[in-house]
């Protein structure tokens, strides 16, 4: 649906009510349920057959409103003015009184906030009148939605509405910044890159967590899996590969090539990522999908983070 000032009402009249509304956000397309209503976030694990252990991040119109549900330390304050609203998640203690539901964090002392920057998603929270859950419009597992169309096919019977905001900007999820340990992490690179951040606050950590385990918990799951298998790094073509390709020089041989940039420019890359891996992968006829190289900077990381976990079988 056209995200018109009535489409916007009736958006929050549902989610009031305790019903999912899918939204675009400048990332990707999010599942929104009221996140003070445990039985609103129970349906969104449902809707993506999520596993309880791996909580949700929860939307803003502002910080002055994050700030009743989270704990906001100098550095957080740092950060939140200076990259929100935008596709920046902060990992914080939870307020002693907030209103986030237990569940929405998978019962931890944090809580993942953010604030979106797109109009839409925006003008929903504040007519909800509440912060809103909102993971990636997916079946768990599945590549994330970059488009009201993506959300439709695989999430459609699930949501009561889809407001329709067109492409998705930046085209993969926030970046999801640690900052309750004693030194900043990232615990999943994303649309807002490592050097902007570092600009900002200085060296942040790897996520290397306890022994190894990963302390965004979502992030021990094979993650954005396609049908077809990925061959990552492919400097050549195959008739029996669809080619995503990067750059301007294009290896022959594949019969069926979507290119992420041809001029080689990561920013677009990762804007249309999810949309030409679910573009490749319905072509049917082929054995898998060659990706190309892409460079490992700026959003880069998050490209090679995605095609990396999409690749895994297991
Ligand atoms: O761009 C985005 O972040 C999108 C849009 C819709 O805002 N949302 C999104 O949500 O990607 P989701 O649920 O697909 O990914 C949330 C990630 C997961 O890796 C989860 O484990 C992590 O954030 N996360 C959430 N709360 C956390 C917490 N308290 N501590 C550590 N990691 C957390
Ligand atoms: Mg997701």
Request: with cysteine.
């Amino acid at each position: 649906m056209s995200p018109s000032p009535d489409a916007i009402a009736e958006a929050a009249r549902l989610l009031r009510a305790g019903r999912l509304v899918a939204l675009p956000t400048e990332t990707v397309y999010g599942l929104a349920g009221d996140a003070t209503d445990d039985r609103a976030v129970a349906a969104i694990f449902a809707a993506k057959g999520r596993p309880r252990f791996n909580p949700l991040i929860v939307h803003y119109a502002d910080t002055t409103d994050a700030r009743r549900d989270a704990v906001f330390g100098g550095t957080a304050e740092t950060l939140a003015r200076r990259f929100w609203p935008g596709p920046l998640t902060l990992v914080l203690p939870r307020a002693p009184n907030g209103r986030v539901s237990l569940l929405a964090c998978a019962g931890l002392d944090t809580v993942a906030v953010r604030i979106p920057d797109h109009a839409v998603a925006r003008a929903v929270i504040v007519a909800v009148g509440r912060p809103l859950a909102a993971p990636s419009a997916n079946p768990s597992g599945a590549v994330s939605p970059t488009s009201a169309t993506h959300v439709a096919e695989s999430l459609g019977a699930h949501v009561s509405l889809i407001l329709d905001g067109g492409p998705c900007r930046v085209g993969v999820e926030s970046t999801v910044l640690d900052l309750s340990g004693p030194r900043p992490a990232i615990l999943r690179p994303g649309g807002l890159t490592r050097e902007e951040i570092e600009a900002a606050i200085g060296p942040v950590a790897e996520d290397t967590g306890v022994d190894g385990a990963p302390r965004s918990p979502g992030r021990t799951l094979r993650h954005y899996a396609t049908r077809l298998p990925l061959r990552l790094g492919a400097l050549d073509g195959r008739a029996d590969e669809a080619l995503l390709a990067f750059g301007p020089r294009v290896p022959p041989g594949a019969r069926t090539t979507l290119n992420l940039s041809e001029t080689g420019d990561v920013i677009e890359a990762a804007a249309n990522l999810f949309a030409m891996l679910r573009a490749l992968d319905r072509t049917g006829e082929y054995a898998g999908i060659a990706v190309m190289p892409v460079p490992e900077h700026g959003l880069g990381r998050a490209v090679n983070d995605r095609l990396r976990r999409a690749a895994e079988r297991s």
